[in-house]
């Protein structure tokens, strides 16, 4: 198993790799360069010589390719330098001050959708074609058809403005967290509702279902232990990489609410053209989603005792 | 005297389907002393598998038992197995009566161990607590065959062969010394020497606990050699009910002389075996008359308009026909 793990990491090292060049080299080919949307911003031109000498100190003169092999020789140490727009502060900083919010943001969105939508899921399928399946089903269109940005503006309206009963924005208590998961979580209980009803109906009917059946196990017993673990499988492929999409933030919802997230960061720093920002944010996600499908491989093995990794001998 | 165990009488199990209701099984009646075995026989289809989940009551939606009475001879006196709540019903399950299926391939759920498995029933119906049922668990298994039984209580079902499977399963569904043991086709998945290690094993463990069996097949190698009494069904409608010696050597109706004219024989061997013209009726239409009647060449003008029901033509012996009726 170790083995297997240490064999997947140094995958994710290769893919990092290749990332990193790909993304590096298009960065470079898009047109515009950071001082000139700082010019487009401040709504004048930057002076040629001023431009030259930015470029200069930030190394931006050199060869592409001497850049990408500086930029790599500083990625190893965690050193992605300055941003080019926030002045100032180093990525690392951005990243400290910024990602914990999304993360708690993202994790808080995925324990609630997890418990909606895998409920409704297990409820749906339990009572097929009853009131509680409707019920499903309509949930999780309406997760579907709303968008996040919607939602969350009528919450605020309801909730916040009319109702007065939560703050319109804002992280610093509990309180100031109800929204923002529930506008958050719209897709992930689309989600989880829909694979788990279909993955249990699926299950239910099984050959081994109905042995547990005449067994005389009560109905819980056997949704719970012989029917929900052989339908987890498939719930755990898509809930892997929705943890990784939720705990890298919200770029809607964080704006929305005023959360100081990092979500936004990952679609500001291509219209800044803030190149430090754009190859952390980038390889951030890369990591992210590798090693989460790397940890949605071993739950196979843990859920499913036919999945293996080791060489049987 | 012979003390009786379960008695069916008048079972009627139908689907509603979107294309009409089938009628799988219509007005099935039966009965089976302790500790002896019943052979069900007949065609796929014929709704042999359906009477012995209905008798488990495992039918499910769209299925549904229409009508009938399903007396058994349980530990606290008769009761009528249709008329038990859900809830009474789970304990009679896997405790007083209990089933093997056809297909050991998918019939243990593939994410527990066999352990877990085979204790489920004891912890639940009787009550044994961890260390109790783990120490029952590896005397079943040991009784079914499983070498190295303690250890093989952490393994997996993907971890055993197709026969070791049946047998665990057979372990698991005698745990609670059921009276009754239902096994459908418990043999059809396997190759011919499991098959009959599988046999043998029911027969031995019938003895040891005293437990009446239903067995559902329709290799009538195997009824031949454990069972006391065979009902024929065709159609959904048992059409010959008797002791095993008489349905093979003296059959009555058309229908099982015919099953029995396709049996390749050892000292006789015809030219062809006896093959039966046309097919079975759709279970979507409603018979009139006799479900065979349109395969039959004995057949009466009687036999298109009514349905002659099972007649005592010998004692222990029903037939459905009206020509066997009257010879």
Redesign the interface.
């Given at each position: 198993m170790g083995r297997y793990i240490l064999m997947r990491l140094a995958g994710v090292v290769g893919v990092l790799i290749a990332v990193s060049f790909i993304t590096f080299m298009l960065m470079k080919a898009i047109p515009s360069g950071p001082f000139d949307m700082m010019g487009v911003q401040a709504n004048k031109a930057i002076p040629d010589q001023l431009k030259r000498q930015l470029e200069a100190k930030y190394g931006l003169d050199q060869p592409v390719f001497m850049q990408y092999l500086l930029f790599v020789r500083n990625a190893v140490k965690l050193d992605f330098g300055y941003s080019f727009y926030y002045q100032g502060q180093t990525i690392a900083q951005i990243f400290q001050n910024q990602w914990p919010y999304s993360i708690q943001l993202g994790l808080l969105t995925m324990g609630f959708s997890i418990l909606i939508g895998m409920g409704l899921g297990i409820l749906a399928a339990m009572k097929q074609g009853t009131f509680f399946d409707y019920l499903g089903t309509a949930i999780s269109l309406f997760c579907l058809a709303m968008p996040s940005f919607v939602l969350a503006l009528l919450l605020q309206i309801v909730f916040a403005i009319k109702l007065g009963w939560v703050p319109t924005g804002g992280w610093d208590s509990p309180k100031q967290w109800i929204l923002p998961v529930l506008a958050n979580s719209l897709g992930p209980v689309l989600v989880l509702q829909r694979y788990t009803r279909a993955s249990m109906v699926d299950v239910m009917r099984s050959n081994y279902v109905r042995t547990a059946k005449a067994k005389g196990l009560t109905e819980q017993r056997v949704t719970f232990i012989h029917i929900f673990k052989n339908a987890l499988t498939p719930i755990v492929t898509v809930g892997g990489p929705m943890l990784a999409g939720l705990i890298t933030g919200s770029f809607f919802v964080e704006s929305i609410f005023r959360i100081p997230g990092i979500g936004q960061f990952w679609v500001t720093a291509i219209q800044n053209r803030d190149y430090p920002l754009i190859m952390a944010t980038t390889l951030a996600w890369t990591a992210i989603i590798s090693i989460t499908y790397l940890i949605t491989d071993l739950v196979y093995a843990v859920i499913d005792p036919r999945v293996t990794y080791v060489k049987e001998k | 005297m012979d003390e009786l165990l379960l008695e069916i009488n008048n079972l009627q199990t139908e689907f509603k389907l979107n294309q009409g209701t089938v009628h799988a099984v219509n007005g099935v009646s039966f009965k089976l002393n302790k500790g002896e075995v019943l052979g069900i026989v007949g065609e796929s289809g014929c709704g042999k598998s359906v009477t012995a989940l209905s008798v488990?009551r495992?039918i499910e939606a769209p299925g549904r038992i229409k009508a009938g009475e399903m007396l058994f001879h349980g530990e606290k006196g008769v009761t009528d197995l249709l008329k038990l709540s859900?809830?009474d019903?789970?304990?009679?399950?896997?405790?007083q009566m209990?089933?093997i299926?056809q297909?050991p391939m998918?019939?243990?759920?593939?994410?527990?161990t066999i352990g877990y498995q085979i204790m489920?029933?004891l912890k639940?119906?009787r009550k044994m607590a961890e260390e109790q049922a783990q120490a029952t668990a590896v005397k079943l298994l040991e009784r079914v065959g499983i070498p190295e039984a303690a250890l093989r209580l952490k393994d997996?079902p993907?971890q055993f062969s197709g026969g070791m499977r049946q047998r665990v399963?057979v372990a698991?569904a005698v745990a609670c010394s059921p009276r009754l043991l239902i096994a459908d086709e418990p043999t059809t998945a396997l190759d011919v020497t499991i098959q009959a290690q599988i046999i043998d094993l029911i027969n031995e463990l019938k003895d040891e606990f005293g437990t009446a069996v239903i067995i559902i097949t329709h290799d009538l190698g195997v009824v031949a050699e454990i069972a006391n009494q065979v009902s024929v069904m065709y159609a959904g409608y048992v059409v010959e009910n008797g002791p095993v010696q008489q349905i093979f050597e003296a059959p009555r109706h058309p229908y099982t002389k015919a099953l029995m004219g396709s049996i390749p024989r050892l000292h006789s061997w015809p030219e062809r075996l006896t093959t039966i013209e046309g097919a079975p009726p759709s279970l979507t239409d409603r018979i009139v008359g006799c479900p065979f009647q349109p395969r039959c060449q004995f057949r009466i003008e009687r036999c298109a308009s009514e349905n002659p029901g099972l007649m005592p033509i010998a004692t222990g012996h029903t037939c459905a026909c009206w020509v066997a009726g009257h010879e």
């Amino acid at each position: 198993m170790g083995r297997y793990i240490l064999m997947r990491l140094a995958g994710v090292v290769g893919v990092l790799i290749a990332v990193s060049f790909i993304t590096f080299m298009l960065m470079k080919a898009i047109p515009s360069g950071p001082f000139d949307m700082m010019g487009v911003q401040a709504n004048k031109a930057i002076p040629d010589q001023l431009k030259r000498q930015l470029e200069a100190k930030y190394g931006l003169d050199q060869p592409v390719f001497m850049q990408y092999l500086l930029f790599v020789r500083n990625a190893v140490k965690l050193d992605f330098g300055y941003s080019f727009y926030y002045q100032g502060q180093t990525i690392a900083q951005i990243f400290q001050n910024q990602w914990p919010y999304s993360i708690q943001l993202g994790l808080l969105t995925m324990g609630f959708s997890i418990l909606i939508g895998m409920g409704l899921g297990i409820l749906a399928a339990m009572k097929q074609g009853t009131f509680f399946d409707y019920l499903g089903t309509a949930i999780s269109l309406f997760c579907l058809a709303m968008p996040s940005f919607v939602l969350a503006l009528l919450l605020q309206i309801v909730f916040a403005i009319k109702l007065g009963w939560v703050p319109t924005g804002g992280w610093d208590s509990p309180k100031q967290w109800i929204l923002p998961v529930l506008a958050n979580s719209l897709g992930p209980v689309l989600v989880l509702q829909r694979y788990t009803r279909a993955s249990m109906v699926d299950v239910m009917r099984s050959n081994y279902v109905r042995t547990a059946k005449a067994k005389g196990l009560t109905e819980q017993r056997v949704t719970f232990i012989h029917i929900f673990k052989n339908a987890l499988t498939p719930i755990v492929t898509v809930g892997g990489p929705m943890l990784a999409g939720l705990i890298t933030g919200s770029f809607f919802v964080e704006s929305i609410f005023r959360i100081p997230g990092i979500g936004q960061f990952w679609v500001t720093a291509i219209q800044n053209r803030d190149y430090p920002l754009i190859m952390a944010t980038t390889l951030a996600w890369t990591a992210i989603i590798s090693i989460t499908y790397l940890i949605t491989d071993l739950v196979y093995a843990v859920i499913d005792p036919r999945v293996t990794y080791v060489k049987e001998k | 005297m012979d003390e009786l165990l379960l008695e069916i009488n008048n079972l009627q199990t139908e689907f509603k389907l979107n294309q009409g209701t089938v009628h799988a099984v219509n007005g099935v009646s039966f009965k089976l002393n302790k500790g002896e075995v019943l052979g069900i026989v007949g065609e796929s289809g014929c709704g042999k598998s359906v009477t012995a989940l209905s008798v488990m009551r495992l039918i499910e939606a769209p299925g549904r038992i229409k009508a009938g009475e399903m007396l058994f001879h349980g530990e606290k006196g008769v009761t009528d197995l249709l008329k038990l709540s859900p809830t009474d019903m789970e304990q009679v399950r896997g405790n007083q009566m209990s089933m093997i299926f056809q297909d050991p391939m998918t019939s243990l759920n593939p994410v527990l161990t066999i352990g877990y498995q085979i204790m489920e029933p004891l912890k639940i119906h009787r009550k044994m607590a961890e260390e109790q049922a783990q120490a029952t668990a590896v005397k079943l298994l040991e009784r079914v065959g499983i070498p190295e039984a303690a250890l093989r209580l952490k393994d997996y079902p993907h971890q055993f062969s197709g026969g070791m499977r049946q047998r665990v399963m057979v372990a698991m569904a005698v745990a609670c010394s059921p009276r009754l043991l239902i096994a459908d086709e418990p043999t059809t998945a396997l190759d011919v020497t499991i098959q009959a290690q599988i046999i043998d094993l029911i027969n031995e463990l019938k003895d040891e606990f005293g437990t009446a069996v239903i067995i559902i097949t329709h290799d009538l190698g195997v009824v031949a050699e454990i069972a006391n009494q065979v009902s024929v069904m065709y159609a959904g409608y048992v059409v010959e009910n008797g002791p095993v010696q008489q349905i093979f050597e003296a059959p009555r109706h058309p229908y099982t002389k015919a099953l029995m004219g396709s049996i390749p024989r050892l000292h006789s061997w015809p030219e062809r075996l006896t093959t039966i013209e046309g097919a079975p009726p759709s279970l979507t239409d409603r018979i009139v008359g006799c479900p065979f009647q349109p395969r039959c060449q004995f057949r009466i003008e009687r036999c298109a308009s009514e349905n002659p029901g099972l007649m005592p033509i010998a004692t222990g012996h029903t037939c459905a026909c009206w020509v066997a009726g009257h010879e």
